[in-house]
């Protein structure tokens, strides 16, 4: 049973380029979630994805974007890449089902901008 | 606010002896609450969480206490092992299905042999 995954594991932009990095949750989870993580700090919430849709969202401006898939897979897309944009980004994936649902994480993309 | 914090950014223990790792959260209205651990190059990994209809929670050598009156949580490891060594996050979980979740900036546990 594969968990959550993540591609690519390492990428270099430059700044103002725009970058697409993708997740693919663990098997029978259907809710994605993105956070970034600065160097040193805990993971910051970007956004989460149910249903191919966004449901709820943190305090991120509109470069970042995302899109999720009917096999539940999802994007997060970054435009008009920023040096303070390099960070790792993580995403989780769960069930919704009743109550609270724990996420699992995948192992990051490291992005540096340059 | 929405901040979940740590008291101490570093840990050291002793092999073989307990470790516990505190963090304090602001939001009263919280109801869920987990811990991660984050070893070096890899994503948090689930350790325990627990419900604020609850002041105790138990797993396989960890404890996870919560006091809501003084808005504070801790991890309890038990008979720590060098493969415990890694940083801790506590988390808070918000929003519909607490699916929101607001870290904390972790503490690094070193063990000593």
């Known amino acids: 049973d594969a968990g959550v995954t993540q591609s690519p594991t390492h990428l270099i932009k430059t700044r103002g380029q725009q970058v697409t990095l993708r997740c693919s949750p663990k098997s029978g989870h259907d809710t994605v979630s993105w956070y970034q993580q600065a160097l040193g700090q805990g993971p910051q919430f970007i956004f989460q994805?149910?249903?191919?849709?966004?449901?709820q969202r943190g305090n991120f401006p509109d470069r970042f974007s995302g899109h999720q898939f009917p096999n539940y897979s999802s994007e997060l897309n970054v435009n008009a890449l920023l040096l303070g944009d390099s960070a790792l980004y993580l995403c989780a994936s769960s069930f919704r089902g009743t109550g609270v649902y724990e996420q699992y994480f995948g192992p990051g993309t490291r992005l540096t901008v340059t | 606010g929405e901040s979940v914090g740590l008291h101490l950014p570093t840990l050291s223990v002793q092999e073989g002896d307990n470790s516990i790792i505190n963090c304090a959260y602001s939001?009263?209205?919280?109801?869920?609450f987990i811990w991660y651990k984050q070893e070096s190059g890899k994503g948090p990994q689930f350790i325990i969480d627990i419900r604020s209809n609850m002041d105790k929670r138990q797993g396989q050598r960890v404890t996870v206490l919560l006091n809501k009156t003084v808005k504070h949580l801790s991890l309890q490891i038990a008979a720590t092992q060098p493969g415990d060594s890694a940083v801790y996050f506590c988390?808070?979980?918000?929003?519909?299905?607490?699916?929101?979740?607001?870290f904390g900036q972790g503490t690094r546990l070193t063990i000593n042999p």
């Open positions: 939001n009263s209205a919280s109801d869920y």
């Open positions: 994805y149910y249903e191919e849709e966004e449901r």
């Open positions: 988390a808070e979980g918000q929003g519909q299905g607490a699916q929101k979740l607001v």
